[in-house]
């Protein structure tokens, strides 16, 4: 599949998938059907702006004010990159 995160690509969860915060676990699970995937770090947050409504720059930024000096340009859209090769973002 092609890297889709310098298109005009506004990231969404598919319809199938949910994001949620485990309180017991202290981290942020994405729930999909007889699955669910832990998410480490800040990835929860970064799914968490997968709504369809910014782009992959705008994810980016949002981000980058976020975590000022943090690499976002170069890890955030590979990350979402492979999230959509697994089919969990549309």
């Known amino acids: 599949m092609t890297p889709v995160s310098g298109s005009q690509w506004r990231p969404a969860l598919a319809p199938a998938l949910m994001l949620r915060h ?3 676990r202290g ?5 999909l059907p007889e699955r669910v995937v832990v998410l480490e770090g800040h990835a929860g947050q970064v799914v968490g702006l997968c709504d369809g409504t910014r782009t992959v720059r705008g994810i980016v930024d949002e981000l980058a004010g ?11 859209p590979s990350f979402l990159d492979r999230l959509h090769q697994e089919g969990w973002l549309k």
């Open 22 to 24: 485990d309180s017991v």
């Open 27 to 31: 981290t942020d699970l994405l729930v």
């Open 66 to 76: 976020r975590f000022p000096g943090a690499p976002v340009a170069t890890e955030v």
